[in-house]
């Protein structure tokens, strides 16, 4: 039996780093000014604690982008898979060349794009889209505030998030 309705529980668990956050926080402020000086070692780091909480839960929250999509993603020691209704794959993010958003298909389409291999198109939607953040976060050089403006941005192109510097010139060839 639960007392809150099923919107009221899907808003509080899309934003459950901001409210642990904001917990923290609070009992933090209460440690330190409510008892005293005999626990500011412990309520300082918990304020400090729950606003760094509170700033990656805001991130987190803007970048989920619901559920109920077709397919499912897992992330799994660096490999990014997709297991789709039609197709699939996985790529390796120390192999990844590109990351772009695409907002010419419905729902938009994360493109995964590596050397070699076609790319990898996984829908904003998908089951277990969530993980995606930390694994787009350990690219090197992602700007995160870029990634989250070009995943709200309802325009219908695709735009490219990050991309690997290349260490040879573009028209230079290997054979």
Same mark, same amino acid.
């Given at each position: 039996? @639960?007392?809150?309705?099923?919107?009221?529980?899907?808003?509080?668990?899309?934003?459950?780093? $901001? /409210?642990?956050?904001?917990?923290?926080? /609070?009992?933090?402020?209460?440690?330190?000014?409510?008892?005293?000086?005999?626990?500011?070692?412990?309520?300082?780091?918990?304020?400090?604690?729950?606003?760094?909480?509170?700033?990656?839960?805001?991130?987190?929250?803007?970048?989920?982008? =619901?559920?109920?999509?077709?397919?499912? $993603?897992? $992330?799994?020691?660096?490999?990014?898979?997709?297991?789709?209704?039609?197709?699939?794959? +996985? $790529?390796?993010?120390?192999?990844?060349? @590109?990351?772009?958003?695409? =907002? !010419?298909?419905?729902?938009?389409?994360?493109?995964?794009?590596?050397?070699?291999? &076609? &790319?990898?198109?996984? &829908?904003? !939607?998908?089951?277990? +889209?969530?993980?995606?953040?930390?694994?787009?976060? @350990? /690219? &090197?050089?992602?700007?995160?505030?870029?990634?989250?403006?070009?995943?709200? +941005? !309802?325009?219908?192109?695709?735009?490219?998030?990050?991309?690997? =510097?290349? +260490?040879?010139?573009?028209?230079?060839?290997?054979?």
């Amino acid at each position: 039996m @639960s007392f809150l309705r099923a919107e009221a529980r899907a808003t509080l668990w899309h934003w459950r780093e $901001v /409210l642990a956050g904001g917990a923290l926080l /609070l009992a933090g402020l209460w440690l330190t000014f409510r008892i005293g000086f005999l626990l500011d070692f412990v309520g300082i780091p918990m304020i400090i604690g729950g606003a760094a909480l509170i700033w990656l839960g805001v991130q987190r929250a803007r970048f989920r982008s =619901g559920r109920g999509g077709p397919g499912a $993603v897992a $992330v799994d020691e660096g490999e990014v898979t997709y297991f789709g209704p039609l197709t699939g794959g +996985s $790529v390796a993010l120390r192999e990844l060349e @590109s990351l772009t958003i695409d =907002g !010419n298909m419905f729902p938009a389409h994360w493109r995964l794009e590596q050397r070699g291999a &076609p &790319p990898l198109l996984i &829908p904003v !939607n998908a089951e277990g +889209s969530d993980a995606l953040f930390d694994a787009f976060a @350990s /690219l &090197p050089g992602l700007r995160t505030e870029q990634m989250l403006s070009a995943l709200k +941005s !309802n325009r219908r192109q695709a735009i490219v998030v990050w991309q690997r =510097g290349t +260490s040879r010139p573009e028209g230079l060839l290997l054979h």
